[in-house]
């Protein structure tokens, strides 16, 4: 099996600026080594599931962050595959988004999300979201084997 | 039927009355009086009485009072001579027939009396076919009426009107033609009692200067009488029809609506020929009213289904464009709690890693600019917010519960100091409040924004003073939080829970002038009312009611 060395976390957020700050903030807190960042729907899945011109197999990072309004396959779409894949349901998930509507937070946990964030204004508060999610699930949360 | 009991009323009429009195009595009488014997042989008559029956004096004398009656029922039958003879007053009701044929309905008065001992009788005659006509019209009338109002069509009213009209000359055929406008026609509306051929034959004939009666009727807006089929111009092509249906009269009166718009005509046909009397004058003129009245009731029920049906349909169409506006408004806010917050967020964050990153290099001008910038863009995060939570408001359902209003506020007050710095001291009395209905979610947000402006604007009141109370009128109960601290201008007091205006600026009290109209917004849509009261450096008294169950 051709299996990727794998990032400890995806990030999937199509904006640069909030990209540069959710980076900089688990860096900050020494959360983490390696991060894989990309900015479309599309690119995650093929990342994912080993279905792009890069022909990379299956990849399993620790820590899916999915933001959820992305161009070409919307975040909710990405996740839905995430968790209907044997390889990958067991994955963590992060909704970390803008939109704090009814409908986004309970299409999310319908389809199986593991948290679901909205990103505050305020850089304090989003560093200190960051902060704790990756506190939580990098380090406290113990996957299964 | 001879009494011979002396103490009856029999003798006693007789006694009271002398012959001469009498005598004026009888033939003064406006009333026809005849005056039988026991075996009913009429052996006086009046003059009215021979004026109205059509017969002389002599030729009465020589009948029966048996013989006026045109009904099979006689006036002797055993149950009426036996109420007679208990009361000596006995009423009847007969049709009488006259001299020349014709019947009509009449109520006489009975009185006997014994003359040289042997028993008369003597009976006052009064003409009660008019009364009659009215009694039966006024009948056929409340059945019509009651099918006008219930959901019958036009021909099944119409039907009931022919009936009815043929009911008061059961020699008559009636009939009622509509007129159509667009075809200048005229269609059957009803004759229940024509052949269906003739009906068949007759359905879209022509309206038209001498087309039958109905037809030149309806062309010259006037009553046509035709007397004789057989040999007037008008039905000369329609003639041998008639005669197939057994008619040979027919008179044709136009219906004309109220607003003088032709709407068909009405008809009486008899089986020979015939001229219309007074009376048959009156009720084709009657007729045709009649007609008139249920023919224009339906037509104003039809308009006002049609237009039922218009608004109902206008009514769909609406909703349709409010679903629509209202789906559009969903997409725009929630476009701009995405898209207006991730920009905002770059402003602060980027701000902030300049501030952390390169403070050395930042003289203390250039870090208040930034920290300016980051204030900025918070405070426009927290306006997004605002807006979108009213906007969400008038979308969200409301779910009534029972409210406890003092744990709300309790729970409210004790959330709110958790986030309040330690020094400001603040008192809160809270009374007991009377329990309410509503949405437990809104109220709560009402509760949450008096509460927290409470605080707020005590800010810099030494001993802060926040008093909840309630009082339940008749209607509704009013809920009151009362402060001691900055309270407002009476002046400005409209402005209060206006959208996006402010009594203070951000230096005084930070905020975004959205809370007090989302509140205005909850308690009008629970059917309540707010208020406020206040006295600039004094304080202030903000109040809502909510309705009682």
């Given amino acids: ?145 | 039927m001879r009494t011979s009991d002396s103490n009856s009323p029999v003798s006693a009429v007789q006694l009271q009355q002398g012959q001469e009195q009498y005598a004026a009595y009888f033939e003064g009488n406006s009333d026809s009086i005849l005056i039988h014997d026991d075996s009913g042989n009429l052996i006086d008559a009046n003059h009215e009485a021979c004026r109205v029956l059509g017969y002389t004096k002599a030729e009465l004398l020589q009948m029966n009072i048996a013989d006026l009656e045109a009904g099979l029922e006689t006036i002797s039958s055993q149950k009426d001579w036996a109420n007679f003879l208990k009361s000596n007053s006995l009423i009847l009701q007969r049709d009488f027939r006259k001299k020349d044929g014709s019947s009509f309905a009449v109520e006489i008065h009975y009185r006997g009396f014994d003359k040289n001992g042997e028993a008369f009788y003597e009976c006052t005659i009064k003409d009660v076919s008019e009364r009659n006509l009215l009694r039966a019209r006024e009948r056929n009338r409340a059945r019509v009426l009651e099918q006008l109002a219930g959901d019958a069509d036009l021909f099944t009213v119409l039907h009931s009107v022919v009936r009815s009209i043929e009911e008061e000359d059961p020699t008559s055929i009636c009939t009622i033609l509509l007129y159509d406008k667009e075809t200048n026609t005229l269609g059957t509306g009803a004759a229940p009692s024509m052949p269906d051929f003739y009906n068949e034959a007759i359905d879209g004939i022509s309206v038209g200067d001498g087309i039958g009666s109905c037809g030149t009727a309806a062309f010259s807006k006037k009553l046509v009488i035709v007397d004789d089929i057989g040999t007037h111009p008008y039905w000369a092509p329609f003639k041998e029809l008639a005669f197939k249906a057994g008619v040979q009269s027919c008179w044709s009166q136009p219906i004309i609506s109220g607003t003088g718009d032709m709407v068909g005509t009405f008809a009486i046909y008899h089986h020979e020929p015939r001229t219309p009397q007074d009376a048959d004058l009156q009720r084709i003129a009657y007729g045709a009213r009649f007609a008139n009245l249920a023919i224009e009731n339906r037509r104003i029920r039809a308009e006002l289904l049609e237009y039922k049906n218009h608004l109902e349909q206008l009514v769909t169409e609406r909703t349709i464009a409010l679903v629509h506006a209202n789906e559009e408004l969903e997409a725009f806010s929630y476009s701009v709690s995405h898209d207006l917050r991730a920009p905002l967020r770059a402003i602060a964050g980027f701000s902030n890693i300049m501030l952390e990153d390169y403070s050395d290099k930042l003289d203390d001008d250039g870090q208040k600019t930034l920290n300016t910038i980051v204030s900025n863009a918070l405070r426009m995060g927290h306006l997004i917010d605002d807006i979108l939570s009213f906007s969400k408001l008038s979308r969200a359902e409301k779910i009534n519960t029972h409210l406890d209003m003092k744990s709300i506020f309790q729970n409210v007050f004790d959330e709110l100091m958790r986030q309040e710095p330690k020094s400001h001291k603040v008192s809160f009395e809270l009374g007991e409040l009377a329990p309410s209905n509503g949405d437990q979610a809104m109220i709560t947000q009402v509760v949450t924004n008096f509460i927290s402006n409470a605080l707020k604007y005590s800010r810099n009141t030494p001993e802060t003073k926040i008093i909840v109370s309630s009082e339940t009128n008749d209607n509704n109960t009013v809920y009151s939080v009362k402060d001691n601290g900055a309270g407002f201008d009476e002046k400005y007091k409209s402005k209060l829970f206006k959208i996006f205006s402010r009594l203070h600026n951000d230096k005084e009290f930070e905020g975004t002038g959205i809370g007090l109209s989302i509140v205005k917004k909850v308690i009008e849509r629970h059917g309540g009312q707010v208020s406020a009261e206040g006295t600039l450096g004094e304080g202030a008294t903000f109040s809502f009611s909510l309705p009682n169950a």
Wanted: no cysteine.
């Fill in chain 1, 1 to 145: 099996m051709n299996i990727k060395e794998y990032p400890e976390v995806l990030l999937v957020e199509d904006r640069e600026e909030d990209a540069t700050l959710t980076i900089r903030a688990l860096k900050k807190y020494n959360l983490i080594n390696d991060i894989k960042w990309l900015e479309d729907g599309q690119h995650a899945l093929d990342y994912l599931f080993g279905t792009g011109p890069e022909k990379v197999l299956q990849a399993v990072p620790k820590l899916i962050l999915l933001d959820l309004k992305l161009p070409r396959v919307n975040g909710l779409e990405v996740l839905e595959q995430i968790k209907s894949s044997e390889g990958l349901k067991n994955t963590p998930v992060i909704i970390m988004t803008s939109s704090n509507e009814d409908v986004d937070i309970k299409k999310a946990y319908d389809l199986g999300v593991n948290s679901y964030i909205v990103k505050p204004i305020d850089f304090g508060g989003f560093a200190e979201a960051v902060k704790q999610l990756g506190m939580y699930w990098l380090i406290l949360n113990q996957p299964p084997k």
